[in-house]
């Protein structure tokens, strides 16, 4: 029987904390699979990036992705980083069989490549390149409730052996990084940050689904996400998860007072 892999929500950090070996998200990251996976290494990595939306769910199938260096002003080695991970056809057809089954559409992409949310992470967790790594979009909508559907059937491939990794930003506020009078008060930042924490950590079941979907209602929520593409993915991460998980939050990190990088995973009874 293959090993039970957890399923992760990660807050990915700004492309260029790769370069930066002080970064507490960096060794993280690079830590990652020893610290969470006793550094066993799943047969192939579905990941779902804040960084790839499409009309309906699609699914990645080019065999052999080129990085996709989606963001400007960074230093000239960004430019010239490689990430030589395949696809998986197995995984690929496991996928879309889970959703035919369910009876949603899914697309096929033979042509995308991996965007920062995949590639600079994983560059990380498994630099030799090793593992196989295929892109799962989010959906444009930005549904919470679409996404956390989708989480659900896929849950047999935690089973399977394969890695159900969601990457996007716990507090993604960009703006807020640079206008000071964000910093005035960053209770914002800190409240909505404890809310998901509580939520996915204190909670579990239908009670745990029920808290996350309502985060719309939460009074700072737009503040803290005014576009909400980098919270979506943790829906699915969530969905992924059996009832009876427990969340943890394994990474706990504020870039600044208003930008938190935290990161959570879902811990399966007896595993």
């Not at 996928?95 to 949310?117: C, M, Q, S, W």
């Not at 008060?185 to 009670?207: H, M, R, V, Y």
């Not at 029920?210 to 005014?226: G, M, Q, R, T």
Request: net charge neutral.
């Amino acid at each position: 029987m293959s090993k039970l892999f957890n399923s992760i929500f990660i807050s990915h950090g700004a492309p260029n904390l790769i370069l930066d070996h002080s970064d507490k998200t960096r060794e993280f990251l690079r830590t990652l699979s020893k610290n969470h996976y006793n550094s066993v290494k799943p047969k192939a990595v579905l990941l779902i990036s804040a960084h790839w939306e499409e009309r309906e769910f699609t699914i990645q199938t080019k065999p052999e992705p080129d990085v996709i260096y989606d963001f400007g002003g960074f230093e000239p080695e960004m430019y010239r980083m490689k990430y030589p991970a395949k696809t998986s056809p197995e995984l690929i057809d496991r996928v879309t069989e889970l959703f035919a089954k369910a009876k949603i559409p899914l697309g096929k992409d033979n042509k995308r490549g991996y965007d920062h949310g995949a590639w600079m992470p994983m560059k990380l967790v498994y630099p030799d390149a090793d593992v196989p790594i295929v892109q799962l979009s989010i959906k444009e909508n930005l549904n919470a409730a679409q996404h956390f559907q989708i989480g659900t059937i896929l849950r047999p491939l935690r089973e399977e052996g394969y890695l159900v990794l969601a990457s996007g930003g716990s507090v993604h506020n960009l703006r807020a990084i640079f206008d000071q009078k964000y910093h005035l008060d960053p209770s914002w930042a800190s409240n909505f940050e404890a809310w998901l924490q509580n939520t996915i950590c204190e909670k579990s079941g239908k009670e745990r689904e029920d808290e996350l979907l309502k985060y719309e209602s939460l009074p700072y929520y737009k503040l803290a996400h005014p576009r909400s593409e980098h919270l979506i993915p943790v829906f699915v991460a969530a969905g992924c998860a059996s009832p009876d998980s427990k969340g943890v939050r394994v990474h706990d990190f504020w870039k600044t007072p208003v930008f938190s990088v935290s990161s959570y995973l879902f811990s399966e009874p007896n595993n």
